[in-house]
C-alpha cells in the first residue's frame, strides 16, 4: 500500500545509559502511517506513549532503528524543514502571552516565513482557512488566555494546521476537557484527516473514542510489547482483553465497551428483548448479577411491555414473583435481598461456631 508518510524501522525507544545499561523503553517497532490516517496510541501510565511520540518527532533520538518521514531520513531534516512536514500539539498549557488567537494560529506559517515573520496573502489565507476548519473563525480576535479550553485546544489544532504538515501529533488532544468537548475534537481531528488527507497520530486514554474513531491503534503496554492494527482487527483478536486484564477493567467484546471488573456471584435468567433487555443486563450486571439465557440462575427476571414502557418482574430463589416499574428499583431490590441472605448465612455460620 502507498501514501505512507512515516515510517519506521526496528525502532528501539527510550533513555541512553548515564551508567550502565540503557533503559529500554519497547523495541524492534515497525510501524507505517499513511494519508488521511489517525492512529490512536493507547497504553497505562508510563508505558512510553510520550516516549515514542518524542522519538517519532525528533525531539529525542532513538536508541535504535530509523524513522522516514516523507521518504527521507529523519535525522537529516533542519528544524524548519521538520517544522513544513511535522506539527506537534503538546499537552501541557504552553503559556502563550497577550495573544489574538489569530496571531497564535499565524504562528504556524514560521516555517514558511522569512526571519521578518512578515505573511504573505497566501500565509493569510491559510491563517483564515485553518480557522474556520476548525469552526473557530468567530474567535480570531480574541485573546487565547481568555478562551475556554475546548475553544482553546480548537486554537491549537489550527495553528498546527496552518503548518501545513504532513503529519500532525497530538499528545492527548482531549486532556482537561468534558465528554462533548471530547468528542467534538475526536470528530473535528477525524474530519480534517479525511478532508484535508492529513495523517495523524493522537494519545489518548479515551478508549472507548479511540475504539469509535481510529483508523488504527497503537497499543503499548507496560512491559514494552507493541500491537497494532484496526480497532475492529484488535478486538477480534482478544488484544484489548489481554491488555486491560490486570487494571480492573473489562473489555466486553460483544458490546465493544469496557467496564468494570465485577465478581459476579450470582446469575440472573433474563427474559425479554429489544433495547430493554440490553439495557436490562447492564443494570444486572452493574449490580454484581451474571446474566444467562436459561436456567439453572437465582434469580428470573422478565420484562414485560415494550421497550418505551417496559416494567420487569423478579423472583430469586423461588420467593414469590414481584412487579417493579423501573431498573432503580429492581437493582435495589436484588441489594435487599443479596443482604439479608449474606445476614443470615453469617448468622448460620455463627451458630454452627458456637
Ligand atoms: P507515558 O507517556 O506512557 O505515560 P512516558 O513515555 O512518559 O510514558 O514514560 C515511559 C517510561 O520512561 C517511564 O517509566 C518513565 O519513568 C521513563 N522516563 C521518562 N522520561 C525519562 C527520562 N528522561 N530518563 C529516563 N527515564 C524516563
Not at 481568555?146 to 492527548?172: F, H, K, T
Not at 466486553?252 to 429489544?274: E, I, K, P
Request: glycine letters at 6%; a neutral charge.
Amino acid at each position: 500500500m502507498t501514501n505512507v508518510v512515516l515510517s519506521a524501522e526496528n525502532l528501539s525507544i527510550g533513555y541512553p545509559a548515564r551508567r550502565g545499561q540503557c533503559r529500554v523503553i519497547a523495541k524492534d517497532l515497525q510501524l507505517h502511517l499513511r494519508r488521511g490516517e489517525v492512529v490512536c496510541l493507547l497504553g497505562p501510565n508510563g508505558a512510553g506513549k510520550s516516549t515514542l511520540l518524542r522519538t517519532l518527532t525528533g525531539m529525542q533520538p532513538p536508541l535504535a532503528g530509523r524513522i522516514w518521514l516523507d521518504g527521507q531520513d529523519l535525522r537529516t531534516f533542519s528544524a524548519r524543514e521538520l517544522a513544513r512536514r511535522m506539527s506537534v500539539v503538546l499537552t501541557e498549557r504552553v503559556e502563550v502571552g497577550p495573544l489574538t488567537a489569530y496571531a497564535l494560529v499565524a504562528l504556524g506559517r514560521h516555517p514558511y516565513t522569512g526571519w521578518t515573520g512578515r505573511l504573505r496573502p497566501h500565509d493569510e489565507a491559510i491563517v483564515r482557512w485553518a480557522l474556520e476548519a476548525v469552526h473557530a473563525a468567530h474567535l480570531a480576535r480574541r485573546m487565547v488566555h481568555e478562551l475556554s479550553d475546548g475553544e482553546r485546544q480548537r486554537i491549537m489544532v489550527a495553528r498546527a494546521l496552518a503548518q501545513e504538515p504532513l503529519v500532525m501529533v497530538l499528545d492527548e488532544p482531549t486532556a482537561f476537557l468534558d465528554l462533548p468537548r471530547r468528542v467534538e475534537i475526536m470528530q473535528l481531528l477525524r474530519r480534517l484527516a479525511r478532508e484535508a488527507r492529513q495523517a495523524m497520530i493522537l494519545s489518548t486514554h479515551d478508549l472507548e473514542l479511540a475504539l469509535n474513531m481510529a483508523d488504527v491503534l497503537w497499543l503499548l503496554t507496560a512491559d514494552g510489547t507493541f500491537y497494532c492494527g484496526a480497532p475492529e482487527d484488535l478486538v477480534l483478536k482478544g488484544v484489548l482483553e489481554t491488555i486491560f486484564a490486570d487494571t480492573g477493567m473489562v473489555f466486553d467484546r460483544m458490546r465493544g465497551q469496557f467496564r468494570m471488573h465485577q465478581t459476579m456471584r450470582r446469575r440472573a435468567n433474563l427474559t425479554g428483548d429489544g433495547l430493554a433487555k440490553i439495557w436490562t443486563a447492564r443494570a444486572l450486571e452493574r449490580a454484581g448479577w451474571q446474566v444467562v439465557e436459561l436456567p439453572p440462575a437465582e434469580a428470573h427476571v422478565t420484562i414485560i411491555g415494550d421497550s418505551h414502557q417496559p416494567s420487569w418482574e423478579l423472583s430469586v430463589n423461588g420467593a414469590p414473583k414481584q412487579q417493579f416499574t423501573s431498573l432503580y428499583a429492581v437493582v435495589h431490590w436484588l441489594r435487599q435481598q443479596c443482604q439479608e441472605e449474606e445476614q443470615h448465612e453469617r448468622h448460620a455460620r455463627a451458630t454452627d461456631c458456637a
